[in-house]
Protein backbone atom coordinates (compact mmCIF):
# COMPACT_ATOMS: atom_id res chain seq x y z
CA UNK A 1 0.00 0.00 0.00
CA UNK A 2 1.74 3.32 -0.96
CA UNK A 3 1.20 6.24 0.91
CA UNK A 4 -0.46 9.03 -0.31
CA UNK A 5 2.01 11.38 1.34
CA UNK A 6 4.84 9.45 -1.18
CA UNK A 7 3.38 10.84 -4.20
CA UNK A 8 3.76 14.77 -5.54
CA UNK A 9 0.90 15.31 -7.28
CA UNK A 10 -1.06 14.11 -4.21
CA UNK A 11 0.68 16.37 -1.47
CA UNK A 12 -0.38 19.41 -3.72
CA UNK A 13 -4.08 18.63 -3.77
CA UNK A 14 -3.65 17.46 0.06
CA UNK A 15 -2.07 21.11 0.42
CA UNK A 16 -5.29 22.87 -1.35
CA UNK A 17 -7.61 21.00 0.24
CA UNK A 18 -5.90 22.07 4.06
CA UNK A 19 -6.12 25.61 2.95
CA UNK A 20 -9.70 26.13 2.56
CA UNK A 21 -10.20 23.97 5.51
CA UNK A 22 -7.97 26.41 7.23
CA UNK A 23 -9.95 27.91 10.28
CA UNK A 24 -7.89 31.21 9.46
CA UNK A 25 -9.06 31.33 6.22
CA UNK A 26 -12.91 30.68 6.93
CA UNK A 27 -12.63 32.92 9.16
CA UNK A 28 -11.20 35.57 6.56
CA UNK A 29 -13.76 34.89 4.37
CA UNK A 30 -16.86 35.31 7.30
CA UNK A 31 -15.33 38.43 7.92
CA UNK A 32 -15.72 39.87 4.27
CA UNK A 33 -19.32 38.46 3.60
CA UNK A 34 -20.18 40.10 6.64
CA UNK A 35 -18.43 43.80 5.88
CA UNK A 36 -19.61 43.72 2.47
CA UNK A 37 -23.22 42.41 3.56
CA UNK A 38 -23.39 45.39 5.88
CA UNK A 39 -21.33 48.30 4.36
CA UNK A 40 -23.95 48.20 1.25
CA UNK A 41 -21.25 47.42 -1.21
CA UNK A 42 -23.40 44.74 -2.29
CA UNK A 43 -25.52 47.30 -3.50
CA UNK A 44 -23.30 48.43 -5.92
CA UNK A 45 -22.58 45.03 -7.25
CA UNK A 46 -26.24 44.29 -7.60
CA UNK A 47 -26.80 47.43 -9.68
CA UNK A 48 -23.79 46.35 -11.87
CA UNK A 49 -25.77 43.68 -12.54
CA UNK A 50 -29.49 44.35 -12.81
CA UNK A 51 -29.12 44.13 -16.50
CA UNK A 52 -28.32 40.50 -16.44
CA UNK A 53 -30.54 36.91 -15.38
CA UNK A 54 -28.74 35.25 -12.29
CA UNK A 55 -30.08 31.69 -12.59
CA UNK A 56 -29.72 29.77 -9.40
CA UNK A 57 -28.87 26.53 -9.16
CA UNK A 58 -30.66 24.77 -6.34
CA UNK A 59 -30.98 20.30 -5.68
CA UNK A 60 -32.59 19.10 -2.57
CA UNK A 61 -34.81 20.96 -0.18
CA UNK A 62 -35.12 18.71 3.41
CA UNK A 63 -36.64 19.56 6.35
CA UNK A 64 -34.13 20.54 8.85
CA UNK A 65 -32.34 17.62 10.54
CA UNK A 66 -30.16 16.44 7.89
CA UNK A 67 -26.59 15.68 8.11
CA UNK A 68 -24.10 17.99 8.13
CA UNK A 69 -20.71 17.81 6.49
CA UNK A 70 -21.81 14.73 4.69
CA UNK A 71 -20.67 14.96 1.05
CA UNK A 72 -23.92 13.25 0.11
CA UNK A 73 -25.88 16.10 1.93
CA UNK A 74 -23.55 18.82 0.72
CA UNK A 75 -26.12 20.94 -2.04
CA UNK A 76 -29.03 20.40 0.33
CA UNK A 77 -30.93 23.33 2.26
CA UNK A 78 -33.13 23.24 4.65
CA UNK A 79 -36.98 24.17 4.37
CA UNK A 80 -36.37 27.17 6.67
CA UNK A 81 -33.53 28.20 4.32
CA UNK A 82 -35.11 27.93 1.01
CA UNK A 83 -37.78 29.99 2.81
CA UNK A 84 -35.57 32.88 4.24
CA UNK A 85 -33.70 32.65 0.74
CA UNK A 86 -36.62 32.98 -1.64
CA UNK A 87 -37.78 35.86 0.66
CA UNK A 88 -34.50 37.49 -0.03
CA UNK A 89 -34.97 36.76 -3.68
CA UNK A 90 -38.52 38.75 -3.24
CA UNK A 91 -37.38 41.42 -1.12
CA UNK A 92 -33.89 42.52 -3.49
CA UNK A 93 -34.79 40.36 -7.38
CA UNK A 94 -37.35 40.04 -9.23
CA UNK A 95 -38.30 36.38 -9.96
CA UNK A 96 -39.22 35.13 -13.71
CA UNK A 97 -40.27 32.17 -15.50
CA UNK A 98 -38.09 29.72 -17.81
CA UNK A 99 -40.30 31.37 -20.60
CA UNK A 100 -39.77 35.16 -19.97
CA UNK A 101 -36.04 34.08 -19.83
CA UNK A 102 -36.41 32.94 -23.42
CA UNK A 103 -38.63 35.78 -24.75
CA UNK A 104 -35.75 37.93 -22.83
CA UNK A 105 -33.03 35.88 -24.46
CA UNK A 106 -34.58 35.22 -28.00
CA UNK A 107 -36.53 37.74 -28.75
CA UNK A 108 -35.21 40.95 -27.02
CA UNK A 109 -38.44 41.29 -24.46
CA UNK A 110 -38.36 43.03 -21.30
CA UNK A 111 -37.51 41.66 -18.21
CA UNK A 112 -37.11 43.52 -14.61
CA UNK A 113 -34.09 44.93 -13.33
CA UNK A 114 -32.49 42.29 -10.97
CA UNK A 115 -33.98 39.38 -12.56
CA UNK A 116 -33.74 36.14 -11.18
CA UNK A 117 -34.59 32.78 -12.53
CA UNK A 118 -35.22 29.55 -9.71
CA UNK A 119 -33.87 26.07 -10.91
CA UNK A 120 -33.28 22.61 -9.22
CA UNK A 121 -30.89 20.22 -10.52
CA UNK A 122 -31.39 15.76 -10.56
CA UNK A 123 -35.25 15.87 -10.00
CA UNK A 124 -35.40 14.28 -6.56
CA UNK A 125 -39.24 14.01 -4.71
CA UNK A 126 -38.22 16.82 -2.49
CA UNK A 127 -38.59 18.89 -5.03
CA UNK A 128 -42.08 18.44 -4.88
CA UNK A 129 -43.03 17.58 -1.34
CA UNK A 130 -40.61 20.56 0.24
CA UNK A 131 -39.73 23.10 -2.46
CA UNK A 132 -43.13 23.59 -4.23
CA UNK A 133 -44.76 24.46 -1.23
CA UNK A 134 -42.66 27.37 -0.40
CA UNK A 135 -42.19 28.78 -3.91
CA UNK A 136 -46.41 28.78 -4.20
CA UNK A 137 -46.29 30.70 -0.91
CA UNK A 138 -43.55 33.21 -2.48
CA UNK A 139 -45.61 33.04 -5.89
CA UNK A 140 -42.64 32.07 -7.36
CA UNK A 141 -42.03 30.02 -10.42
CA UNK A 142 -38.93 27.35 -11.22
CA UNK A 143 -37.60 25.13 -13.77
CA UNK A 144 -36.32 21.17 -12.41
CA UNK A 145 -33.93 19.86 -14.64
CA UNK A 146 -34.69 16.02 -13.89
CA UNK A 147 -32.70 12.77 -14.71
CA UNK A 148 -34.88 10.83 -16.20
CA UNK A 149 -33.03 7.08 -15.01
CA UNK A 150 -34.71 6.20 -12.31
CA UNK A 151 -38.25 8.07 -12.21
CA UNK A 152 -40.27 7.24 -9.56
CA UNK A 153 -37.18 5.05 -7.27
CA UNK A 154 -35.10 5.62 -4.26
CA UNK A 155 -31.78 5.04 -5.59
CA UNK A 156 -28.26 6.92 -5.83
CA UNK A 157 -26.53 8.16 -8.87
CA UNK A 158 -23.48 5.86 -9.64
CA UNK A 159 -20.98 8.98 -7.70
CA UNK A 160 -23.52 9.03 -4.77
CA UNK A 161 -22.94 5.09 -4.46
CA UNK A 162 -19.23 5.52 -4.24
CA UNK A 163 -19.60 8.42 -1.88
CA UNK A 164 -21.54 6.53 0.50
CA UNK A 165 -19.27 3.97 0.47
CA UNK A 166 -16.29 5.97 0.85
CA UNK A 167 -18.47 7.86 3.92
CA UNK A 168 -19.80 4.83 5.54
CA UNK A 169 -18.29 1.29 4.57
CA UNK A 170 -16.28 -0.57 7.43
CA UNK A 171 -13.61 -0.86 5.22
CA UNK A 172 -10.56 1.69 6.52
CA UNK A 173 -8.37 1.97 3.32
CA UNK A 174 -9.28 2.48 -0.75
CA UNK A 175 -6.72 1.79 -3.26
CA UNK A 176 -7.06 3.31 -6.88
CA UNK A 177 -5.98 1.23 -9.62
CA UNK A 178 -2.73 3.14 -9.80
CA UNK A 179 -1.53 1.80 -6.28
CA UNK A 180 -2.81 4.97 -4.86
CA UNK A 181 -4.24 4.68 -1.43
CA UNK A 182 -6.42 6.73 1.04
CA UNK A 183 -7.08 5.81 4.83
CA UNK A 184 -10.90 5.62 5.26
CA UNK A 185 -9.79 6.59 9.03
CA UNK A 186 -11.84 9.68 9.88
CA UNK A 187 -14.52 11.35 8.45
CA UNK A 188 -12.35 14.16 7.05
CA UNK A 189 -10.10 11.62 5.41
CA UNK A 190 -13.49 9.95 4.09
CA UNK A 191 -14.78 13.50 2.23
CA UNK A 192 -11.34 13.97 0.93
CA UNK A 193 -11.08 10.66 -0.76
CA UNK A 194 -14.54 12.13 -2.37
CA UNK A 195 -13.14 14.58 -3.82
CA UNK A 196 -10.42 12.74 -4.76
CA UNK A 197 -12.79 9.92 -6.44
CA UNK A 198 -14.91 12.49 -8.63
CA UNK A 199 -11.49 14.66 -9.83
CA UNK A 200 -9.95 11.24 -10.99
CA UNK A 201 -13.68 10.04 -12.51
CA UNK A 202 -13.20 13.73 -14.81
CA UNK A 203 -9.82 12.53 -16.32
CA UNK A 204 -10.59 9.11 -17.20
CA UNK A 205 -12.54 7.60 -20.28
CA UNK A 206 -15.83 6.23 -19.75
CA UNK A 207 -14.73 2.68 -19.50
CA UNK A 208 -11.95 3.15 -17.05
CA UNK A 209 -14.48 5.25 -15.06
CA UNK A 210 -16.28 2.56 -14.77
CA UNK A 211 -13.74 0.00 -13.96
CA UNK A 212 -12.43 2.37 -11.13
CA UNK A 213 -15.87 2.43 -9.33
CA UNK A 214 -16.36 -1.39 -9.66
CA UNK A 215 -12.57 -1.52 -8.20
CA UNK A 216 -14.12 0.95 -5.40
CA UNK A 217 -17.07 -1.40 -4.65
CA UNK A 218 -14.95 -4.12 -4.59
CA UNK A 219 -13.33 -2.46 -1.63
CA UNK A 220 -15.95 -0.86 0.71
CA UNK A 221 -18.52 -2.90 0.85
CA UNK A 222 -21.82 -1.67 2.17
CA UNK A 223 -24.34 -3.83 4.26
CA UNK A 224 -27.53 -2.93 1.77
CA UNK A 225 -27.16 -1.19 -1.70
CA UNK A 226 -27.15 2.73 -0.90
CA UNK A 227 -26.87 2.20 3.17
CA UNK A 228 -25.87 5.67 3.85
CA UNK A 229 -26.23 5.09 8.18
CA UNK A 230 -28.07 7.81 8.00
CA UNK A 231 -32.27 8.03 9.46
CA UNK A 232 -34.23 6.29 6.85
CA UNK A 233 -36.28 9.38 6.18
CA UNK A 234 -33.37 11.32 5.41
CA UNK A 235 -32.21 9.11 3.01
CA UNK A 236 -35.63 8.63 1.41
CA UNK A 237 -35.87 12.20 1.09
CA UNK A 238 -32.52 12.64 -0.37
CA UNK A 239 -32.93 9.89 -2.86
CA UNK A 240 -35.88 9.71 -4.12
CA UNK A 241 -36.45 10.42 -7.77
CA UNK A 242 -39.60 12.53 -8.87
CA UNK A 243 -41.96 9.42 -10.31
CA UNK A 244 -44.40 10.09 -13.82
CA UNK A 245 -47.47 11.76 -11.67
CA UNK A 246 -44.86 13.82 -9.86
CA UNK A 247 -43.84 15.21 -12.52
CA UNK A 248 -46.71 16.26 -13.68
CA UNK A 249 -47.82 17.47 -10.33
CA UNK A 250 -45.23 20.24 -10.27
CA UNK A 251 -46.25 21.13 -14.09
CA UNK A 252 -50.00 21.38 -12.96
CA UNK A 253 -48.78 23.84 -10.09
CA UNK A 254 -46.08 26.34 -12.56
CA UNK A 255 -42.98 24.39 -12.72
CA UNK A 256 -41.42 23.92 -15.70
CA UNK A 257 -38.88 20.47 -16.50
CA UNK A 258 -36.08 20.47 -18.43
CA UNK A 259 -33.72 17.49 -18.89
CA UNK A 260 -30.26 16.68 -16.96
CA UNK A 261 -29.66 13.37 -18.75
CA UNK A 262 -30.70 10.08 -18.15
CA UNK A 263 -27.92 8.76 -15.39
CA UNK A 264 -25.97 11.99 -14.79
CA UNK A 265 -22.92 11.03 -16.77
CA UNK A 266 -19.89 13.32 -17.17
CA UNK A 267 -20.97 14.00 -20.76
CA UNK A 268 -17.59 14.98 -21.74
CA UNK A 269 -15.59 11.30 -21.04
CA UNK A 270 -18.19 9.68 -23.03
CA UNK A 271 -18.10 8.44 -26.50
CA UNK A 272 -20.35 10.60 -28.76
CA UNK A 273 -23.02 7.69 -29.31
CA UNK A 274 -23.39 7.21 -25.68
CA UNK A 275 -23.16 11.20 -25.00
CA UNK A 276 -26.18 11.68 -27.80
CA UNK A 277 -28.26 9.00 -26.12
CA UNK A 278 -28.20 10.43 -22.84
CA UNK A 279 -29.02 13.71 -24.17
CA UNK A 280 -32.09 13.02 -26.16
CA UNK A 281 -33.17 10.15 -24.52
CA UNK A 282 -33.75 11.68 -21.32
CA UNK A 283 -35.50 14.86 -23.19
CA UNK A 284 -37.87 11.78 -25.52
CA UNK A 285 -38.62 10.67 -21.63
CA UNK A 286 -39.98 13.96 -20.21
CA UNK A 287 -41.58 14.62 -23.23
CA UNK A 288 -43.95 11.47 -23.43
CA UNK A 289 -44.20 12.01 -19.61
CA UNK A 290 -45.41 15.65 -20.47
CA UNK A 291 -47.22 15.30 -23.86
CA UNK A 292 -45.13 18.65 -24.86
CA UNK A 293 -41.62 19.68 -26.17
CA UNK A 294 -38.85 19.49 -23.62
CA UNK A 295 -36.47 22.70 -25.10
CA UNK A 296 -34.06 23.31 -22.07
CA UNK A 297 -31.24 20.71 -20.69
CA UNK A 298 -28.55 21.60 -17.51
CA UNK A 299 -25.24 19.56 -17.93
CA UNK A 300 -24.60 17.39 -15.20
CA UNK A 301 -21.77 18.37 -12.97
CA UNK A 302 -21.94 21.73 -15.29
CA UNK A 303 -18.29 22.74 -15.29
CA UNK A 304 -17.60 23.65 -19.00
CA UNK A 305 -14.12 22.22 -20.23
CA UNK A 306 -14.17 19.72 -18.15
CA UNK A 307 -17.34 18.38 -17.52
CA UNK A 308 -18.90 18.78 -21.00
CA UNK A 309 -17.19 20.11 -24.16
CA UNK A 310 -18.20 21.92 -27.49
CA UNK A 311 -18.78 18.64 -28.74
CA UNK A 312 -21.24 18.21 -26.56
CA UNK A 313 -22.93 21.28 -26.74
CA UNK A 314 -23.80 20.71 -30.22
CA UNK A 315 -25.02 16.98 -29.20
CA UNK A 316 -28.06 19.11 -27.14
CA UNK A 317 -28.64 21.34 -29.81
CA UNK A 318 -29.01 18.60 -32.89
CA UNK A 319 -30.92 17.06 -30.30
CA UNK A 320 -33.98 20.01 -30.35
CA UNK A 321 -32.80 21.41 -27.61
CA UNK A 322 -33.34 25.87 -27.70
CA UNK A 323 -31.38 26.29 -24.24
CA UNK A 324 -28.29 24.84 -22.05
CA UNK A 325 -27.31 25.46 -18.62
CA UNK A 326 -24.19 25.20 -16.88
CA UNK A 327 -23.36 24.74 -13.33
CA UNK A 328 -21.43 27.79 -12.76
CA UNK A 329 -19.46 30.85 -14.33
CA UNK A 330 -22.25 33.74 -13.16
CA UNK A 331 -24.56 35.70 -14.47
CA UNK A 332 -26.56 35.56 -17.83
CA UNK A 333 -26.40 38.46 -20.96
CA UNK A 334 -27.77 38.59 -24.29
CA UNK A 335 -24.43 37.49 -25.08
CA UNK A 336 -24.08 34.57 -23.39
CA UNK A 337 -24.25 31.30 -25.77
CA UNK A 338 -27.22 29.81 -25.57
CA UNK A 339 -26.08 25.85 -24.86
CA UNK A 340 -23.16 27.00 -22.14
CA UNK A 341 -25.12 29.47 -19.95
CA UNK A 342 -23.98 30.63 -16.59
CA UNK A 343 -25.31 29.49 -13.41
CA UNK A 344 -25.02 30.17 -9.80
CA UNK A 345 -24.94 27.75 -7.14
CA UNK A 346 -27.19 28.10 -4.28
CA UNK A 347 -26.68 25.87 -1.16
CA UNK A 348 -26.41 26.23 2.90
CA UNK A 349 -25.01 29.63 3.90
CA UNK A 350 -25.30 32.85 6.27
CA UNK A 351 -27.25 35.20 5.03
CA UNK A 352 -23.87 37.66 4.32
CA UNK A 353 -23.00 34.84 2.07
CA UNK A 354 -26.12 34.14 0.22
CA UNK A 355 -26.59 37.59 -0.17
CA UNK A 356 -22.42 38.10 -1.39
CA UNK A 357 -23.13 35.02 -3.71
CA UNK A 358 -25.98 36.32 -5.69
CA UNK A 359 -25.19 39.86 -6.32
CA UNK A 360 -22.00 37.93 -8.09
CA UNK A 361 -19.40 39.93 -5.12
CA UNK A 362 -18.21 36.23 -4.81
CA UNK A 363 -18.02 35.57 -8.37
CA UNK A 364 -15.70 39.15 -8.68
CA UNK A 365 -13.58 38.61 -5.72
CA UNK A 366 -12.73 34.50 -7.38
CA UNK A 367 -11.97 36.09 -10.53
CA UNK A 368 -9.17 38.75 -8.81
CA UNK A 369 -7.91 35.91 -6.51
CA UNK A 370 -7.29 33.98 -10.03
CA UNK A 371 -5.76 36.86 -11.70
CA UNK A 372 -3.42 37.25 -8.75
CA UNK A 373 -2.17 33.00 -8.90
CA UNK A 374 -1.97 33.62 -12.34
CA UNK A 375 0.41 36.20 -11.87
CA UNK A 376 2.43 34.69 -9.39
ZN1 LIG B 1 -26.89 17.08 -11.30
Known amino acids: MRSLLGCDHEVGVRVRESWYANPLYIRAKRGLFEFLFHSGLLNVFRLLRRDSVLVAIYHDVLPAGFPEGNPLFGMTVSVEEFAWQLAYFKKHYHPITLQQFADWYFRGAAVPSCPVLITFDDGHANNLRHALPVLQQCEMSAVCFALTGDLGLCRQTWFEDAYSRLMFSPAKSWCLSNGECWRLDSHEQRAAACGRFFSLCRTLP??????????????????????????????????????????????????????????????????????????????????????????????????????????????????????????????VTRSSNPFCLPRVGIGRMTHAQFAATITGAVESLKSILLLGRRAE
Not at 233 to 251: G, P, T
Open 206 to 331: EREQQEELELLQSQLPVTEPGNISEPEDAKRERFEFLSEDNIRALVENGIELGSHTVTHPILGSLAPENAHREIAESKAALERVLGKPVRAFAYPFGAPGLDFTSRDEALVRESGYALAFAGEGGF
